[in-house]
């Protein structure tokens, strides 16, 4: 049988419903794979192998699969082929388990066109099954290090991953709003500062810590009381709003950490420790942020950003941070319009 978008993923899931022992060999992997699983029996065998090396297999979702009772799964850096074999047919095509293949991930992506058969030769059912085996017996098993490993990068692959385009952006927010979708995942983040001008003993802090090729035009930096700084991550896009206690808008920046995150340690004069972050006010992407995008902000924070997020009890007096993730953040600040 001839298999297209039409009727490729049904047949897929018809491979999961019945009791027959299943064996995968799918190299990617997508947000929503979990599902197949679920109408699954309690004692139906799955083998699955896939190319976590690749970064393009999600180890969040492999993860997740593999606490399923009776799915085992391991990881081949050079696979690419794509079949779903049972003991009576199998399926062999062009589809991933992902947003471009069977269409997984939401609307971020209409998909590939994907063509795949369903074959119940005995010999080449056979023949595939010797080739599964042996490919099993020569992939990697995945353990909690592996899947930690995988995760960083495959999380580098979808913050560095292009835009889809949006007709008529200009912006980072008129892409937003054109397909919010697409930002999920990324490291793009609202910082709230709330507090007044910096501490001398940080500003001190700040300026040891410059480089030669860093100057105070095109760098800035978040002052801690203490070691907090896992909460800004290196290689992110930032959107920082210095705002007073009551949640009145001071100013609105936008820069970017580097890969490796840029800290200087001092001491206050008290004895408590402090910690500075750099971050850089210029190579922030493909979209900056507009002048309408900053009234956007100024119009919308304090009902939505600061409400939702902040003021919470995660600040003092005297000063304090908020992170929230760019989509998350926008994600709230639309809804009040609708």
């Given amino acids: 049988m001839f298999l297209d978008n039409s ?10 419903d ?19 699983f679920e109408s699954i029996s309690e004692n139906k065998k799955i083998r699955i192998i896939c190319n976590l090396e690749s970064g393009a297999c999600n180890p969040y979702e492999i993860e997740k699969i593999s606490k399923r009772y009776n799915v085992s799964i391991r990881s081949s850096d050079r696979l690419h082929a794509k079949l779903f074999l049972q003991d009576s047919s199998m399926i062999i095509g062009s589809a991933n388990v992902s947003s471009n293949g069977l269409s997984f991930e939401g609307d971020e992506s209409d998909g590939w066109f994907e063509a795949g058969v369903e074959l119940k030769d005995r010999k080449v059912l056979d023949d595939a099954s010797r080739w599964f085996d042996k490919l099993w017996g020569e992939s990697s098993q995945i353990d909690l290090y592996n899947i930690n490993k995988f995760k960083v990068l495959w999380d580098k692959r979808r913050n560095n991953r292009p835009f889809y385009k949006v007709k008529g952006a200009q912006s980072l927010f008129d892409a937003a709003r054109g397909d919010l979708e697409q930002f999920k995942d990324r490291k793009i983040y609202f910082v709230v500062y709330v507090g007044e001008d910096f501490s001398k003993e940080a500003f001190s802090a700040f300026e040891t810590g410059l480089g030669e090729d860093m100057g105070q035009d095109t760098v800035s930096f978040f002052e ?12 992110a896009v930032l959107i920082n709003i210095q705002c007073g206690p009551r949640g009145g808008i001071k100013c609105i920046q936008i820069g970017s950490t580097l890969d490796e995150k840029k800290i200087k340690c001092f001491q206050y004069e008290n004895g408590a420790d402090g910690v500075v972050i750099y971050y850089f006010l210029e190579d922030v992407g493909e979209f900056d942020l507009s002048s309408e995008d900053k009234d956007f902000i100024k119009i919308k924070f304090k009902n939505s950003l600061w409400g939702e997020f902040f003021n919470k009890g995660n600040y003092s007096e005297k000063g304090g941070y908020c992170v929230v993730p760019f989509y998350k953040a926008m994600d709230v600040m639309f809804r009040e319009d609708d």
């Avoid at 009727?7 to 999961?16: P, R």
């Avoid at 019945?18 to 197949?36: Q, R, T």
């Avoid at 801690?224 to 290689?235: A, F, L």
């Fill in 7 to 16: 009727n490729y993923l049904d047949c897929v899931k018809s491979y999961f």
């Fill in 18 to 36: 019945n009791k027959e022992a299943l064996d995968i060999s799918v190299p990617f992997w997508g947000k929503g794979a979990l599902s197949l």
């Fill in 224 to 235: 801690y009381e203490s070691e907090v700084g896992d909460s800004i991550p290196g290689d």
